[in-house]
């Protein structure tokens, strides 16, 4: 069986700037069940120019028409609170995790907190330098997909290659980084034959497939993209979720998600870009054990008699027994042999071969059909 999927519970903005929400946050996501909690970490003005419109999402769900700064800076979280809920999150036993926006922000994750794996949101999957620096921290990093097309994805891989190319080497390799560059490292990352590169790229980075809308229509997850990124891309590959419910986490998990990401908000009333689009703590915790469920159900893909079954199958299976009293020598026929339950005696699936066998002995009407060989033992059952 493979390991369980990674449940992370994106608290992402649903704090709405304040330090003890964002607390509650973590306390509801470690009830939920869920392995992760993961924030934002940004400055506004390093983030979007000042005139920087507003998503129509936004502007709805905010009930406010302002530019993204003016929203965002509503949003943001101290340095020394992201510490402090780092820390609380250690307490309550679920990992931190947050996204960087911003190449300061990234810093601060990294060289402050000393966080080992990022999540890079849909929109920087474009954003070569906060890629780059990303990968020559050597971090872990899932990316997000939402918005992409495979090529998109494969220009990102090649940043990242290349960032953890100039890692392996352990000082600047003198090739300056550019989209032929890029392209190399990715050739040497996902190529034929098994190369360091590879095997480091294949250890660190997940893919998210998403569907960047908020809330995102079921007609538009398209989740069999995952094996399409899947069989291009040898990595591990999992879903960010913005549809409303739970379905579509659940059947990503049944299709193979190692991890799967959902929004978690206190009250998904509240005013703010991201709250319509989330799951309060009591659907969050449902989710978390529908998720669990889903996985035990899937179990292996062996096809065997499991030990729960056992039981049924003697009961439900049929034997072949009399269907009216036959002699010691007198052979079989359709109207002295047919097939009932219980299942214990010799296999109904051998009623033809029985047919023109002389009976072992004499045996009354409805009477199971005693095994005369070995081999009529071996199929009993």
Not at 25 to 49: I, R
Not at 201 to 218: D, F, G, K, Q, W
Request: net charge negative; glycine share 8%; aromatic share 6%.
């Amino acid at each position: 069986m493979s390991a369980p999927t990674r449940i992370i519970a994106e608290a992402g903005v649903n704090h709405d700037g304040s330090e003890e929400r964002a607390m509650a946050l973590v306390d509801a996501a470690a009830d939920a069940g869920a392995d992760t909690v993961k924030f934002q970490t940004f400055d506004p003005d390093a983030l979007v120019s000042a005139s920087a419109p507003q998503a129509a999402y936004q502007t709805q769900n905010t009930g406010r028409t302002e530019s993204q700064r003016a929203m965002l800076s509503r949003l943001v979280l101290s340095h020394a609170a992201h510490a402090r809920i780092q820390a609380h999150c250690q307490q309550r036993g679920i990992g931190f995790l947050s996204t960087p926006f911003d190449l300061a922000s990234l810093e601060f994750l990294v060289d402050t907190l000393r966080l080992t794996e990022l999540k890079i949101g849909s929109g920087d999957l474009t954003n070569a330098p906060l890629l780059l620096r990303a990968a020559q921290h050597g971090t872990r990093l899932i990316l997000s997909t939402g918005m992409a097309t495979l090529d998109d994805i494969e220009a990102a891989l090649g940043v990242v290659a290349f960032g953890y190319r100039a890692l392996l080497a352990g000082a600047p390799s003198g090739v300056a980084p550019g989209r032929v560059a890029f392209r190399s490292a990715f050739a040497e990352a996902f190529g034929t034959g098994d190369t360091t590169l590879g095997r480091v790229v294949r250890e660190r980075v997940t893919l998210l497939h998403c569907t960047s809308a908020y809330p995102a229509p079921m007609a538009s997850l398209h989740l069999r993209a995952m094996d399409t990124m899947a069989a291009r891309f040898p990595l591990a590959v999992g879903y960010s979720d913005h549809s409303l419910g739970l379905t579509a986490v659940i059947a990503a998990v049944a299709r193979g998600a190692r991890v799967v990401e959902k929004h978690l908000t206190l009250d998904s009333t509240l005013p703010g870009p991201d709250h319509a689009a989330s799951l309060d703590p009591a659907t969050f915790r449902a989710l978390v054990a529908a998720v669990r469920d889903t996985e035990a159900a899937l179990g292996n893909p062996q096809k065997s008699v499991q030990p729960t079954e056992r039981d049924v199958r003697h009961v439900a299976r049929k034997s072949l027994f009399t269907r009216r009293a036959v002699h010691t020598g007198e052979p079989f026929s359709e109207e002295s042999l047919t097939t009932r339950r219980p299942g214990t005696g010799i296999s109904a699936m051998d009623y033809f071969d029985w047919i023109g066998t002389p009976s072992p002995s004499d045996l009354a009407d409805d009477t199971m059909i005693p095994p005369t060989t070995d081999a009529d033992a071996g199929r009993t059952a």
